[in-house]
């Protein structure tokens, strides 16, 4: 259900739900389930349910939530005939954006065959900073990409996580790690959920933690607490980096003079400085053993230092003392830190008894762990300079040596991946053409300034911006802007947005009071100005009342679904997994599944992937597509890697298999292919495992994957904005921009809302978590979720409060620079002093999800996201860019200054802003407004 | 003789909540009947639960402990609940211990939960009868089930296994070993309850530091010359002492 | 605790039926012994026992509405054997019959004795329906007293007081009731009633008000510490699970004000002791039997407020649980 993506039993009586439980054969969960999961029952009969295709009754307002109830096949016909002409014009005006689903393969496709640029998942709103910030790095992430190995580590250091989409699993391992003795430290300005049964709580400012691991890095360089080793062999610290401002290369790797690169996306003849001949040589020379210290002279004058030289240079200023100044965690903390993960790093080594071979040809008779484990989130990703602070992780672990190891982190299939990966998007407007696919992806992994995606000024074709100059790597796109910008035409206007999942008129949105207007905003022409929204949503949520259009979806439990390798894949560390959902339940009124959804329009619109040459229709449904489709016809790589071939006997790659389901079906849904033990460690630089992975179609090349302590990816870009190179440029006002934050090396700045913010007048950092109970904005529909978290508090350190004024209970207001909110405070003792927080998304719209108006959730709830803006005055030529990360394009969440206030005596106890109440939508089922009590088969008892 | 009971290990309960729903979501289908809710999308939304988790902060800032603290029946050994019942529909199961309501006979007078000082009785306000945790008497011995699942939802779901369940009066149980071990311990014992539920304390794990350590003969900055070794030249005690 | 209304009213009628009954037979017993004047049967006895019989089913029916499944109430007497509760269930409907039939041979006017246990101690039938009565009586106020005081966490019961209390409220009441009943059907009696109201009442101040001392007093044994198990001087509930209120915090929070507290208490205390006395004082010397009656409706009024304060008082360890949202 959720992006944990746990297998669960349902238990039927009578045809209900009586009873859903984990499935204890399942890989991923084995057997647990969390609250949200075991409240399923009331989700899939919640009030809030959406039944029938709606269409905005003609005359009414958009967002008055006035609908009129037609058919599929209306729907279908509406639709076909606006998409068609938009294709045949011009694609790039439709726009697909999908929220938190686990189906970006498909939707991804859909767009693309479609032709336009315009499309993301949540991404950009999310993690995208994670998921680039270590990719870039080390070639794959946390969160579903690869994790912390809890059952070798010995330390585990959690980063500003709450809950975290593998969910369930973390919890397991946290468990069993803390059970056997691990010790387990949390950084995060608030001490809950995981954080409390952390062995220590290092309470951290916000947006403050690149100071803090450039500050251990520090530590751990000035001890001499790193794996030289590992760094030398499996890292880039030991390549030569051109220093020479006056040379061509400057600033970047340099490589070997002369020698051809077999595969030049992904140049790898670089050069060390060997100790023992005293000069250049070829990286992994046998025999030779790099400086990593030093500064050094080519043969053609070029002055060179190895990039960890350089890294020692930049760290040097970052001292405990600095940067207790900054994160308010003490010099004294900081050291004990540092040397808690060198010492544990470097004395509890673990030696397992597997023999591998390295890229290079060296054979290893053991693999070696070294047991510091981390785990990083939001907390880390959800800034603006999340970017550089993941950076800082990555190297981290890296100089520690635990990358791919026991007891560190450890890769999930198709993770580790080249850097960066392969996927790109086009490189200009011309890749979009009418009635034609697009001519790339439409989310990619820009190598080069070459690589994005802009017009020959330089300005963006993407609606939200991704990969144009002022978000290079907006690797997941920035679906955080899209409305705004359609809004304002800026790049230009759209005709269709289609939101699938998202709630993107209240907590996928920052500035969400005016993103609202901007929602129904019409221009001088009476015209709306985003002219035709289309929303696909499976509940009552504030984004459907705005929709044109309204297509009610399937629940998780009503649907086929594929967590498919083709996307994000429940992979385990031990090799690749990926799993099924298969309906237990008929679907809801008209319900229909979004991916029967999409097929159907690529079928009608022609698209070549879901049509035969002559036009015919290639899939009858999903679970048809799912078997037959091939990336590439013949190519033997569909959504599913389970059970290939004709009778299911191959696996990754091979032909469609008629039965793919049943087998899956019969295996718990789960297809799990576990790796030799020999391929499982060292993934980056492991030859076995690379060319496995060659031979089934993970990878195209079998390259090692070195870890980019000094990125030469952030290097082109930086000499583009320095005008090296001679390639692309960024235009004028965004020079300074790419050059600052382009910065090979991790380097700490103040988040950019921080920048233009007088901290005088907003002290206090306000952040949210998730609660472990609810998903975002969506389970207030569950009468039994809704019992745990009804509305929400602003958590203020009591000390904080007082200087207000402010008791425990007391109505307040807080305020940033961009809006205001009027809420309730409650002490906490377990927050930072500097910072103020709430669970996200309790806070619902009056009247939304079939709630009575009055609601808890609506009147006494509140969303921090009104205190956010979508975008800063930052650019330098006095327009506003987006509140994002200038590497990423991830969304600020976490950036955002406050100060708070009593609210006055006569002031009403309700929480502010206050919409007017949704209405309900034809088809919604009637509320139980007095009582219910559930019970399966008969019918759930209660009053009206 | 049997005592059923759980074991809560607060040293890795996250709160979830987990067991909370997971709870409703067993009993208010089961044997037990239904479990209502009031309002269930109204203001002020209540209903009958048979466990909740509470979170409370120990200490002051910045040396804060947050406690998740999950609370049903505690199947007390001597449960004064049961004697206070003037009908007998509170009673405690001799072959187990389990302390349960017979909801054909509770006349809904709620004396019993007066008489529990744990809070953990609830009068299920539409079936008009008390409720609480029956230690999932309708799984834990259901002979249908797998061996694996004849234990309550909430330990099945809990995801941190921070619910253990069995006999504390088996002295090699699960239970038995972790509350000897692991300094288990009964709530409010001030009132001779005997909780058979128990409690496992926070623990910390630390590391700690010898100096020596962060000074060692294989330092990698040797290897790049950037711990030298002092010149044979430069000045030595060995110069000017003499005895 | 939240004090209910059903129960309220069950403990302060039943307590001033008991009591009523104690007096009537207390004047059949004076009589008897000459001490008193002899009183007519069908103008005292048997009205003043349908007074007492009124308010014992009165109280009897306000019980029910405590019941969330009344039709199953007969259950109730199944243990009598360990609860309190069962026991009250059992000796009030026994009291009820014992003075029903006291009524009954007073309306009757079977009032020649019957039987002569001893030389020259002869008994009349409602002398010793009476007697077997008022040691019902007194069991039910032993049992509903009991009710309260057997539960050990609610410190603020757990006390001989507590059924003392019962007892004495329950007489006073009943006494002045009786006092007012004999205003119109008995006026000779009424000096010595109205005595014996204000001896009760007088008593029933003394140890109501070391019940109040007494509580004032307590230190309640339990604590966060001990309720959570965590050994630390400052420890704060943020969250008890749940935020639209539950059973555990209807029916143990009485909801009000300190001072909504501290107010029902000084208006009991006025209410149920001076007034009463005073208006009895008065009633008395200007042989006014509504004064008479309106000590008794000041008296009722303030024992509600009472028993209201009674179980308001009372803390319940369990709120040690739930004592914030979020
Ligand atoms: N139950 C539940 N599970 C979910 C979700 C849900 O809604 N509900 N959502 C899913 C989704 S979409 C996502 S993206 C993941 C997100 O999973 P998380 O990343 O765990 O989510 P957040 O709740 O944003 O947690 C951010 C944490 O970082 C801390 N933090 C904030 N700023 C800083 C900082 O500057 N430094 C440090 N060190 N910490 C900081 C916050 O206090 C908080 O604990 O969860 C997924 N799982
Ligand atoms: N202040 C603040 N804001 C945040 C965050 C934060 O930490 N703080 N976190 C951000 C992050 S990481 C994320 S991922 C976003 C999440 O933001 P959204 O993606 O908007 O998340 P949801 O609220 O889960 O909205 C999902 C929508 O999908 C609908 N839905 C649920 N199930 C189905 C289904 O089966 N089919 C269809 N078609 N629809 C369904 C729901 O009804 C809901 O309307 O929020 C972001 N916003
Ligand atoms: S974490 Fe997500 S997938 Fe797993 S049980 Fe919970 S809701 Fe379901
Ligand atoms: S916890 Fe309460 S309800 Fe459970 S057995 Fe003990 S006293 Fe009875
Ligand atoms: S509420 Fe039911 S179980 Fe509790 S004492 Fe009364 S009859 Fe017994
Ligand atoms: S044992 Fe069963 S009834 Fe008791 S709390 Fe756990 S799930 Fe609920
Ligand atoms: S399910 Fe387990 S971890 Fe979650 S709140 Fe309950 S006991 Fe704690
Ligand atoms: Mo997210």
New interface residues.
């Given amino acids: 259900m959720c992006a944990c993506r746990c297998g669960i039993r349902v238990h039927l009586?009578d045809g209900q739900v009586?009873?859903?439980?984990?499935n204890?054969n399942h890989p991923l969960?084995r057997?647990?389930?969390?609250?949200?999961?075991?409240?399923g029952?009331m989700k899939q009969y919640s009030?809030a349910r959406l039944t029938r295709p709606l269409l905005r009754k003609s005359g009414a307002e958009r967002g008055a939530g006035e609908f009129e109830e037609i058919s599929w096949e209306r729907a279908f016909e509406l639709l076909a005939e606006r998409l068609a002409r938009i294709r045949a014009a011009d694609p790039k005006k439709f726009a697909l954006f999908t929220g938190r689903d686990q189906m970006q393969a498909l939707t991804g496709l859909f767009a693309r065959q479609f032709g336009t640029p315009n499309y993301a998942a949540h991404g950009g709103f999310c993690s995208v900073n994670m998921a680039a910030g270590m990719i870039y790095t080390i070639g794959g992430s946390f969160w579903e990409f690869g994790g912390p190995d809890l059952d070798r580590a010995k330390?585990f250091v959690m980063i500003g996580t709450a809950e975290d989409h593998h969910?369930?699993p973390l919890?397991?391992a946290?468990?069993?790690f803390?059970?056997r003795?691990?010790?387990?430290v949390s950084i995060n300005p608030v001490?809950?959920?995981?954080?409390?049964?952390a062995?220590?709580?290092v309470?951290i400012r916000p947006g403050t933690d690149g100071a803090l691991l450039l500050a251990i890095l520090h530590e751990l360089v000035a001890?001499?607490?790193?794996?030289?080793e590992f760094l030398v062999r499996y890292t880039n610290a030991g390549q030569l980096v051109n220093v020479d401002e006056a040379s061509d290369g400057f600033g970047l790797l340099v490589s070997e003079p002369g020698k051809a690169e077999p595969v030049p996306e992904y140049p790898r003849n670089m050069l060390w400085w060997d100790?023992h001949s005293n000069g250049p040589v070829p990286t992994h020379q046998e025999g030779a053993?790099p400086?990593?210290?030093?500064e050094f002279a080519l043969g053609d004058g070029a002055r060179v230092k190895p990039a960890f030289q350089l890294l020692e240079e930049r760290l040097r200023q970052y001292t405990a003392e600095w940067a207790e100044g900054i994160t308010g965690v003490p010099a004294a903390t900081i050291r004990?830190l540092a040397?808690?993960m060198g010492?544990?790093a470097?004395?509890e080594r673990i030696e397992l008894p597997i023999p591998w071979t390295d890229c290079w040809g060296r054979e290893h008779e053991t693999v070696t762990g070294n047991p510091v484990a981390f785990h990083a989130m939001r907390g880390l990703a959800a800034h603006s300079n999340g970017f550089q602070t993941i950076r800082a992780l990555a190297i981290l672990m890296s100089l520690l040596g635990t990358i791919d190891r026991p007891g560190g982190f450890r890769h999930k299939a198709p993770f580790p991946r080249a850097i960066p990966p392969a996927a790109k998007t086009p490189r200009g407007p011309e890749g979009v053409r009418p009635d034609a696919p697009l001519a790339g992806l439409a989310l990619g992994w820009p190598a080069s300034p070459e690589d994005l995606f802009v017009d020959a000024d330089g300005g963006p074709v993407r609606i939200d911006k991704a990969f144009s100059w002022e978000y290079p790597l907006a690797v997941h796109g920035l679906m955080h802007n899209v409305i705004t910008n359609a809004w304002r035409g800026d790049p230009y206007r759209i005709d269709t947005l289609l939101v699938f999942m998202a709630n993107m008129a209240w907590n996928s949105t920052m500035n969400t009071v005016e993103v609202r207007k901007m929602l129904n905003d019409r221009d001088e022409d009476g015209e709306y100005r985003i002219p035709f929204l289309v929303v696909c949503d499976a509940f009552h949520s504030e984004m459907s009342a705005f929709a044109d259009l309204l297509l009610p979806d399937t629940t998780y439990l009503e649907r086929h679904d594929v967590m498919s390798m083709l996307d994000r894949p429940i992979s385990e560390f031990d090799g690749p997994v990926d799993a099924v959902r298969i309906p237990v339940v008929p679907p809801t009124g008209e319900c229909k599944p979004f991916q029967d959804v999409l097929i159907e329009l690529g079928s009608r619109l022609k698209l070549p992937a879901f049509t035969h040459p002559d036009g015919s229709r290639r899939y009858r449904d999903y679970p048809d597509f799912i078997v037959n489709f091939e990336t590439e016809p013949g190519s033997g790589i569909g959504f599913l890697a389970g059970w290939r071939g004709k009778g299911g006997e191959k696996y990754m790659k091979g032909e469609p298999n008629p039965r793919q389901w049943e087998m899956y079906a019969q295996n718990d849904c789960v297809f799990h292919h576990r790796l030799p033990p020999s391929y499982q460690y060292m993934r980056n630089w492991n030859r076995g495992y690379m060319e496995w992975a060659q031979r089934v179609r993970i990878r195209r090349y079998s390259d090692p994957v070195l870890v980019q302590i000094y990125s030469d990816v952030l290097a082109r870009f930086r000499r583009a904005a320095t005008g090296r190179g001679g390639g692309r440029r960024p235009p004028a006002h965004l020079r300074d921009r790419v050059a600052t934050y382009f910065d090979p090396l991790p380097f700490y700045y103040a988040p950019l809302e921080v920048q233009v913010t007088d901290t005088r007048n907003y002290p206090l950092a306000a952040i949210t978590q998730r609660p472990?109970?609810m998903y975002h904005s969506w389970d207030s529909?569950n009468?039994?979720?809704?019992?745990?978290?009804?509305?929400?508090?602003l958590?203020v350190?009591?000390?904080t409060a007082r200087l207000q004024g402010i008791e425990d209970g007391d109505w307040i207001w807080v305020e940033s620079q961009w809006g205001r909110v009027r809420c309730m405070c409650?002490?906490?003792?377990?927050?930072?002093?500097g910072t103020v927080w709430t669970w996200n998304a309790i806070g619902k719209a009056a009247g939304a999800w079939?709630?009575?108006p009055?609601?808890?959730e609506s009147?006494k709830g509140f969303l921090l996201n009104h205190l956010i803006t979508e975008e800063l005055p930052i650019a330098s030529d006095g327009g506003r860019l987006s509140n994002s990360d200038p590497v990423t394009g991830q969304a600020g969440w976490y950036d955002v200054r406050v100060r708070i206030a009593k609210a006055a005596p006569g002031e009403p106890h309700e929480t502010w802003p206050q919409f007017a109440p949704m209405r309900t939508f034809p088809g919604m089922a009637t509320?139980?407004?007095?009582?219910?009590?559930?019970?399966?088969?008969?019918d759930a008892?209660?009053g009206p | 003789m049997t005592q059923l009971a759980l074991v809560i290990d607060l040293n890795v309960c996250v709160g979830c909540q987990a067991c909370v729903t997971s709870c409703k979501e067993w009993n208010t289908s089961g044997i037990a009947g239904y479990l209502s809710d009031d309002r269930p999308y109204d203001a002020d939304p209540t209903g009958t639960f048979f466990n909740r988790v509470q979170t409370f902060e120990v200490g002051e800032y910045p040396n804060t402990q947050t406690v998740h603290f999950p609370k049903s029946c505690l199947h007390c050994e001597d449960p004064p609940c049961v004697p206070v019942c003037p009908t007998g529909a509170s009673y405690k199961r001799v072959e187990d211990g389990i302390v349960l309501v017979d909801y054909d006979k509770c006349i809904g007078c709620k004396y019993c939960s007066w008489a529990c000082p744990y809070g953990v009785r609830e009068v299920d306000e539409h079936q008009k009868v008390m409720k609480k945790c029956t230690l999932c008497v309708d799984r834990i011995h259901d002979r249908s089930l797998p061996r694996a699942e004849r234990r309550p939802a909430c330990v099945m779901a809990c995801p941190t296994n921070a619910r253990l369940f069995g006999d504390v009066h088996d002295p090699d149980s699960e239970v038995s070993v972790a509350i000897r071990e692991r300094g288990g311990y009964q709530l409010m014992p001030e009132w001779g309850t005997h909780p058979a539920n128990h409690y496992l304390p926070r623990r910390r794990t630390q590391i700690t530091i010898q100096p020596e350590e962060l000074v060692r003969a294989d330092n990698p900055l040797k290897v790049d010359g950037k711990l030298p070794k002092p010149a044979l030249k430069e000045p030595a005690l060995d110069d000017v002492t003499s005895w | 605790m939240h004090p209910a209304f059903s129960v309220i009213f069950l403990t302060t009628l039943i307590g001033a039926g008991q009591g009523l009954f104690l007096a009537l037979y207390t004047v059949e017993l004076y009589s008897l012994f000459d001490l008193l004047p002899e009183q007519e049967s069908r103008t005292f006895y048997a009205p003043g026992a349908a007074i007492a019989l009124g308010l014992l089913a009165l109280g009897l029916l306000a019980s029910f509405f405590h019941l969330g499944r009344p039709e199953r109430g007969w259950r109730a007497a199944a243990r009598w054997r360990t609860s309190w509760l069962s026991r009250e269930v059992i000796v009030l409907p026994a009291f009820m019959a014992a003075v029903a039939a006291y009524w009954l041979v007073h309306w009757a006017g079977w009032r020649e004795p019957r039987f002569a246990p001893a030389a020259g101690l002869e008994v009349t039938p409602s002398a010793a329906i009476g007697a077997a009565a008022t040691v019902l009586a007194f069991a039910l106020y032993l049992c509903t007293g009991m009710i309260y005081a057997c539960i050990r966490f609610l410190q603020e019961w757990a006390s001989p007081l507590t059924v003392i209390n019962y007892l004495l409220l329950g007489g006073a009441s009943g006494f002045t009731l009786a006092t007012a009943f004999a205003g119109y059907s008995a006026p000779a009696l009424v000096p010595f009633l109205g005595g014996w109201a204000a001896v009760l009442t007088g008593i029933a101040l003394v140890t109501r008000a070391a019940s109040l001392v007494r509580n004032a007093r307590l230190r309640p044994k339990s604590t966060l510490q001990t309720a959570i198990g965590v050994k630390h001087p400052r420890i704060v509930q943020t969250a008890q699970g749940f935020m639209g209120g539950s059973f555990n915090t209807r029916e143990f929070f009485h909801g009000r004000t300190r001072a909504f507290v501290r107010a029902i208490k000084w208006t009991f205390l006025v209410l149920v002791f001076p007034v009463p006395v005073a208006l009895l004082g008065a009633g008395i010397a200007a042989g006014s039997a509504a004064l008479l009656a309106l000590a008794f409706a000041a008296q009722y009024v303030g024992l509600l407020a009472e028993r209201w304060f009674f179980f308001a008082q009372a803390n319940h360890p369990q709120n040690l649980y739930y004592q914030a949202i979020a």
């Fill in positions: 009586v009586r009873y859903i439980d984990g204890p969960n057997g647990v389930i969390c609250a949200k999961g075991s409240s029952i009030p330390l969910s369930n919890k397991i946290i468990s069993k803390k059970r003795g691990g010790r387990f001490r809950t959920g995981y954080s409390a049964v062995d220590e709580w309470p001890a001499g607490l790193y794996d030289r100790r053993d400086y990593l210290f030093g004990r040397h808690e010492i544990t470097r004395d472990m109970a529909q009468a039994w979720l809704r019992q745990i978290h009804a509305h929400n508090y958590f350190n009591p000390r409650r002490h906490s003792e377990a927050v930072e002093a079939a709630l009575a009055d609601a808890n009147r509320v139980r407004r007095l009582w219910q009590a559930y019970v399966a088969g008969g008892k209660g």
